[in-house]
């Protein structure tokens, strides 16, 4: 009995090492090596170095597929997660601006080393977008539209400190930016108020920009700004526009206007009693052109008062056209001109038949005078029969009339050839009856002015006379008196 358990018991042990053979000679054959395929995310190395030269990766989500190989009944333990592969960003190279290229390096897995048989990426390279990294400052606009005010009250102009923000990432991303707002609100605000708050980034359309998300490259915003919304009674001032100086010659100032005829500023009640109008005067010393003037307004009202500021809707800036024009000019001809202390015996004319005179006005407003309103005279005294004198005569402009040009003139004296008959004294024509005079009446000589003409009659050639004043009777009838006329009457003026 004791022979036969010692026989089975190594029997057994036989039994169970060709056991372990079989399974372990069957698990071979129905466990076989698998291959399976992963993607895995690419780590990439030193990119800060890589932004420190100005240029940055478009896409930094990058993949590479990798082959592994492990037992049948392993491989499914076998993750992406497993493994490691970098690019290191330093390692870049390529002619070409945007795309590079860079080798790929992998790392022992981080877990189920001991089932992996291998395992390799399927390229050896990745190709990399890169864009240049700038930095550009936008300046933040406070928007306070959601700030409701009390009755008469008004927003002054709202400012932010700091003014601007510095943003720094891919160009694409940066170019995206419009400008940085903070948006300020408020209700039934009857006083200023300070707070603070976070920029927001905004497109043309004013829609938002995250950081992170709508731009990736852009760090999210942690910078405070402080906004200052001043709230002051308000009132409504009319711009006057009042020049100085004088434009160059030969030119006056048609017109100026503003771009805007009212105002709007606030301060305290006291500072806006002792002002109702804004006067802009732009200098148009030596101007020959037109002009458009750019003028502060915060320069006129800082010299009424330091406390009165412009309503927040109206800008600081306001526009002034000046309208310069050239001072109309006309030509006046004269067939006539007037001729002081003339000699009635004489005869004087002019040596051409028209005289000339050129007129500047002051502007365009003032009335043209008509020839007849300008007076154009010389003082002919002195003169005697065959003289010719030239002279430069004496023009009397009308007001807004300036003299431009005029000519010398040249006056003959000449004898006359009409009898000339002196004006009477006599207020009323006389009532006894008229001398007649007879054909052989002689002519008076030119060149004796006799105190008393004659008048020869055929029965008394040497002693008739015209009567005088004192006289109302006479053996021969008086001449009836003419009426009184004047010397311009006599002989008219030549034009």
């Known amino acids: 009995m004791k022979k036969f358990l010692k026989n089975n018991l190594l029997m057994k042990i036989i039994s169970l090492l060709a056991a372990v053979f079989i399974w372990v000679l069957v698990a071979y054959n129905l466990n076989p090596e698998s291959t399976k395929t992963l993607t895995v995310p690419v780590k990439l190395t030193n990119v800060d170095q890589l932004e420190a030269n100005g240029t940055t990766i478009v896409d930094d989500k990058i993949t590479v597929e990798i082959e592994v190989k492990a037992r049948l009944v392993d491989i499914g333990k076998i ?32 877990n189920n080393a001991n089932i992996i048989l291998s395992w390799n990426p399927k390229s050896v390279y990745i190709d990399v977008e890169t864009e240049p990294l700038i ?38 991303d940066v170019s995206k930016i419009y400008q940085a707002v903070v948006y300020i609100s408020g209700q039934d605000v009857n006083e200023g108020f300070t707070e603070q708050y976070t920029p927001t980034l ?69 500072d806006l009693k002792s002002i109702s109008e804004i006067v802009l005067d732009p200098d148009i010393s030596n101007l020959s052109e037109q002009k458009t003037e750019s003028i502060s307004l915060t320069r006129y009202l800082i010299s009424v008062s330091e406390n009165i500021k412009l309503a927040e809707n109206e800008s600081d800036m306001i526009t002034v056209d000046l309208d310069i024009e050239k001072k109309p000019q006309k030509l006046y ?67 807004g009339c300036t003299l431009i040009r005029k000519e010398d003139v040249t006056i003959i004296v000449s004898e006359k050839t009409t009898p000339y008959v002196p004006p009477t004294q006599e207020t009323e024509p006389p009532t006894d009856p008229p001398v007649i005079p007879t054909e052989s009446q002689t002519e008076i000589p030119p060149e004796t002015v006799p105190e008393t003409p004659e008048l020869p009659t055929d029965t008394e050639p040497d002693t008739a006379e015209i009567p005088t004043e004192t006289e109302t009777e006479s053996e021969t009838p008086e001449v009836p008196a003419e009426p009184e006329m004047s010397t311009e009457d006599l002989f008219p003026v030549i034009e």
């Open 79 to 110: 993750t992406a997660a497993d493994f490691i592969v970098e690019a290191d960003m330093k390692k870049l190279y390529g002619d070409d601006d945007v795309y590079k290229r860079c080798n790929l390096e992998k790392k022992d897995p981080v």
């Open 135 to 172: 930095e550009r400052k936008f300046a933040i606009v406070p928007i306070s539209d959601s700030v409701t005010l009390a009755p008469d009250f008004m927003k002054g102009k709202v400012t932010v400190s700091p003014s601007e923000i510095t943003i720094r990432g891919r160009r694409s």
């Open 202 to 270: 905004v497109d043309e359309k004013m829609n938002e920009l995250k950081p992170g998300t709508d731009l990736p490259s852009i760090s999210p915003i942690t910078q405070q700004v402080t906004a200052t919304v001043p709230v002051m009674l308000s009132k409504s001032l009319t711009v006057t526009v009042k020049p100085t100086g004088t434009p160059a010659d030969g030119y006056y100032l048609r017109g100026a206007t503003s771009s805007r005829e009212k105002v709007n500023v606030i301060g305290p009640k006291e």
């Open 333 to 399: 001809r004269f067939d006539k001109i007037e001729m002081e202390n003339k000699n009635p015996l004489y005869e004087y004319t002019m040596s051409k038949d028209t005289y000339n005179i050129e007129v500047e006005f002051d502007s365009d407003q003032v009335d043209k005078p008509l020839t007849e309103n300008i007076r154009v005279s010389v003082d002919v005294a002195g003169m005697g029969i065959g003289d010719e004198k030239t002279f430069s005569p004496v023009i009397e402009l009308p007001e």
